[in-house]
């Protein structure tokens, strides 16, 4: 039993450094923020790709939603709060020059900006035109992302939370298994009762 008790214990903390972990590394989604000078931004894998985008004034900027489940946009001003549907895309006409901070409100994390020519600019949603979102194909990525962090960096950030979540686990697992073993104990040692 106590065996069973403590494995289970490890099980549980393992699947949640799997889930939770990702997201809780550096920039939200697993990996340092990235650039790109394209007209599409993906939301996929719970993150913005690319994080920051570059573009001139007057550009038409089509957010997509790769993900199998609901995510939003939201500016100062702007965006799409309803939820932007698996498949769905959204377009944003950014007309002046500035920044444009953006996130999902959905998922913590998922954060990105729009920087229309040299960032210098309102940066406010007034000068944003933007469009329903549309169900149609997804359009293909315009430009990929200039700086991405290799995969190498990124893929052992778990390896801490995990090994964390595992000595969480056996503690508790042990701890459990112990006050169990002992409450066996102090009910045999009583005397029966008539």
């Known amino acids: 039993m106590r065996a069973r008790i403590v494995l289970l214990s490890v099980v549980v ?4 450094t799997a889930t939770l972990a990702p997201a809780a590394r550096a920039g939200g989604c ?4 990235t650039h790109g000078t394209g007209t599409v931004v993906s939301l996929e894998d719970m993150c913005v ?3 920051i985008t570059t573009v001139g004034p007057g550009t038409t900027i089509t957010f997509v939603n790769r993900d199998p489940f609901d995510h939003n946009i939201n500016g100062q001003g702007w965006g799409h709060w309803d939820d932007l549907r698996p498949g769905e895309r959204y377009e944003a006409t950014f007309s002046e020059a500035g920044i444009y901070p953006y996130a999902c409100t959905l998922h913590p994390g998922m954060t ?3 920087v229309v020519g040299d960032g ?3 940066g406010n949603g007034e000068a944003v035109a933007v469009a329903a979102p549309a169900s149609s194909e997804p359009p293909a990525q315009a430009a990929a992302p200039v700086a991405i962090q290799p995969a190498t960096a990124t893929t052992t950030n778990w390896v801490p939370a995990a090994i964390v979540a595992l000595l969480i ?3 508790l697992g042990f ?3 112990s006050l ?3 409450r066996t104990e102090r009910i045999t040692a009583q005397p029966a009762q008539l």
Do not use: C, E, F, Q
């Open 30 to 33: 697993g990996s340092d923020p």
């Open 13 to 16: 903390a393992a699947s949640w």
């Open 112 to 114: 990105g900006a729009i």
């Open 180 to 182: 169990r073993r002992r």
């Open 49 to 51: 790709r690319p994080t």
């Open 120 to 122: 210098t600019g309102p």
């Open 175 to 177: 701890g459990i298994a």
């Open 169 to 171: 686990g056996g503690v």
